[in-house]
């Protein structure tokens, strides 16, 4: 049997790319709806410019996107493909933008930056020397 045939699902980085690809999507969705409504809102050619410089996106740094003016972020956004649309399978990820949106490092993803160890005290006797 090949190694190709042997692996599993878990071993296949298509999900991951496919929710990457998927919130590429979304990100650029709220970028041209934001662009629609300030051009709608009858801003001036120069208003208009400045909108379009002061605004960008970024993608997979405190959340999977941001919206923000400047470095001021703006809106925090966490995108999930997935078929369950009631309000407790996506509890998750509203905790892990309010988590984020106020610096709070979650418990379980503690362990991903820190290393601890022991504080034991060492006691060493030392031999006297006759």
Sequence with gaps: ?????????????????????????????????????????????????????EHHIEYEWIEDFAIKRGEDYLSLHQVKHKGENKFKDHVEAIATILHRKNGVLPDTDIFKYFTFRSKKKVIVQL???S
């Design 127 to 129: 031999k006297k020397r």
């Design 1 to 53: 049997m090949s190694n190709a045939s042997s692996k599993s699902i878990l071993h296949d980085a298509t999900p991951s790319w496919n929710g990457y690809n998927y919130q590429g999507k979304v990100g650029l969705y709220v970028c041209l709806v934001n662009i629609l409504n300030e051009g709608r809102a009858g801003v001036d050619l120069s208003a208009f410019d400045t909108f379009l410089d």
